[in-house]
C-alpha cells in the first residue's frame, strides 16, 4: 500500500519561511504527480502547487512567487517551500502523490501564520 506522510508544519511569522516535506511509501506503478494542497476553515480543499514527471511546476494564483514545489530525482519526497508566509496561508496542507488510477493523500501538517 502506498502511505503518504507530511511534516515541517507548525508556527511561523508573518513573513517568515517553512518548508514542509512529504515522504511516500510503497510503489507507485505508474506516477503521473504529486501535488500540495490545503484546506482553510471555513473553505474546501484547493490546489496550492503540483509538479509532474517533467519536473514542471505549476501554483495556484496567491503563492505564486513565493512558494516552490520540487521533487526528489527518486520520486519519493516531495517538498513546499513556503517564503514570505501570510496570515491566510494558514491551513492544514495536504500532499498527494497521483499515479494513472487515483491520488493518494497524507493525513495533513498544521500551517499557522500569525503573529
Not at 6 to 30: F, M
Request: glycine share 14%; hydrophobic share 30%.
Amino acid at each position: 500500500q502506498v502511505q503518504v506522510v507530511e511534516s515541517g508544519g507548525g508556527l511561523v511569522q508573518p513573513g517568515g519561511s517553512l518548508k514542509l516535506t512529504c515522504v511516500v511509501s510503497g510503489t507507485v506503478s505508474n506516477f503521473v504527480a504529486m501535488d500540495w494542497w490545503r484546506e482553510i476553515p471555513g473553505h474546501q480543499r484547493e490546489s496550492v502547487a503540483v509538479i509532474g514527471g517533467g519536473g514542471r511546476p505549476h501554483y495556484e494564483t496567491s503563492v505564486e512567487g513565493r512558494f516552490t514545489i520540487s521533487r526528489e530525482k527518486e520520486s519519493n519526497i516531495l517538498y513546499l517551500q513556503m517564503d514570505t508566509l501570510k496570515v491566510e496561508d494558514t491551513a492544514v496542507y495536504y500532499c498527494r502523490v497521483v499515479d494513472d488510477q487515483r491520488g493518494y493523500w497524507g493525513q495533513g501538517t498544521q500551517v499557522t501564520v500569525s503573529s
